[in-house]
């Protein structure tokens, strides 16, 4: 098994475009969320899915978009990169509370 | 919200030592896990503890839910252990994990 995994691993972006990260799960498991990680911080949630078709706002929402059409990926798009976006993003899934994380995204805009 | 303090914020040990991590939470919690976060970035799930205590090998964990604090006890650390401690709380009824600030441990040779 793979476990959680997510493309791309790096990516630079420049201010106005767009982008969608994908994190994709092989352990069947129905809950899957989106973290972001900021230098010196703990991780703040931005979205999470509580299974295929649905999708709920976390802490920090505001500049994304996501999507679960199918169980065992969940999307995180930006439609129009802003600098303060810049951080690494984490994907995790959980088949009920206990969560496995993927190996993150760094991503830079400019 | 619900707010998450980890102490101590920063730790250097040598190789051998003990140490407890603790993280206190300010309202009653259902779920509750700790996280290493290696130097190369991975999170590495160690324990989901929402209450009681379990022990891995040199790591154990206590949760006393009633109190609103958990502890993490790492034993005869090893170089490899250096990273930094993260747990993560969420209420009931609620998949929003809320994490703390972390410990950032430094084990040396």
């Known amino acids: 098994n793979a476990g959680v995994t997510q493309t791309p691993k790096f990516r630079v972006l420049k201010t106005g475009q767009s982008m969608t990260l994908l994190c994709a799960q092989d352990?069947?498991?129905?809950?899957m969320y989106w973290y972001r990680q900021d230098p010196g911080m703990g991780l703040r949630l931005i979205h999470y899915?509580?299974?295929?078709?649905?999708?709920a706002k976390g802490e920090v929402p505001d500049g994304y978009n996501v999507s679960r059409l199918k169980k065992q990926n969940f999307l995180l798009g930006l439609e129009s990169a802003a600098p303060s976006q810049t951080s690494v993003y984490f994907c995790?899934?959980?088949?009920?509370?206990?969560?496995?994380f993927g190996p993150g995204t760094r991503l830079t805009v400019t | 919200g619900i707010q998450v303090e980890q102490s101590p914020p920063d730790l250097i040990l040598q190789e051998g030592a003990n140490s407890t991590l603790r993280c206190n939470f300010s309202?009653?919690?259902?779920?509750l896990q700790w996280f290493h976060q290696n130097p190369w970035g991975q999170l590495i799930n160690l324990f989901y503890i929402p209450s009681g205590t379990k022990q891995n090998g040199r790591l154990s964990a206590t949760t006393v839910a009633t109190e609103r604090y958990s502890l993490l006890y790492i034993s005869s650390s090893q170089t490899t252990d250096s990273g930094v401690y993260f747990c993560a709380v969420s209420t009931s009824g609620t998949y929003k994990y809320i994490f703390g600030t972390g410990t950032r441990l430094k084990v040396l040779a």
């Open positions: 309202d009653s919690v259902n779920n």
């Open positions: 899915s509580v299974g295929e078709g649905t999708t």
């Open positions: 995790a899934s959980s088949k009920r509370f206990e969560q496995y």
């Open positions: 352990m069947n498991h129905e809950y």
